[in-house]
């Protein structure tokens, strides 16, 4: 079993910055794949960014590549998303999850564990 909990959600400007944390513990840390996914109110659940189980490879959606960088420190049991130059579509709650077989990347169902979600919205 593995349990995720999201922290660093909030409101800010567009054009802004905000840095979401998921800590993890149950499971070695560095095992696992691990991925960021967003859900705006009326809207699906949907891919943000994932990372493999040691930092060397990253994925991320088109809407976000540029702006977000998702990485690990598998010392601290800790995923990171960095995201810069926020808009207000990127409003939503920010979840993280984990994969413990490294072949989920983008796809939801996939992933075995989830965390609570952290709120994210950005003004206009």
């Known amino acids: 079993q593995v349990q995720l909990v999201e922290s660093g959600g909030g409101l800010v400007q567009a054009g802004g910055s905000l840095g979401l944390s998921c800590a993890a513990s149950g499971r070695t840390f560095s095992s696992l794949a691990m991925g960021w996914f967003r859900q705006a109110p009326g809207k699906e659940r949907e891919f943000v960014a994932a990372i493999s189980w040691s930092p060397g490879n990253t994925n991320y959606a088109d809407s976000v590549k540029g702006r977000f960088t998702i990485s690990r420190d598998n010392a601290k049991n800790t995923l990171y998303l960095q995201m810069n130059s926020l808009k207000p579509e990127d409003t939503a709650v920010y979840y993280c999850?984990?994969?413990?077989?490294?072949?989920?990347?983008?796809?939801?169902?996939?992933?075995?564990?989830w965390g609570q979600g952290t709120q994210v919205t950005v003004s206009s």
């Open positions: 999850a984990a994969d413990r077989w490294g072949t989920a990347w983008t796809t939801a169902r996939e992933y075995d564990y």
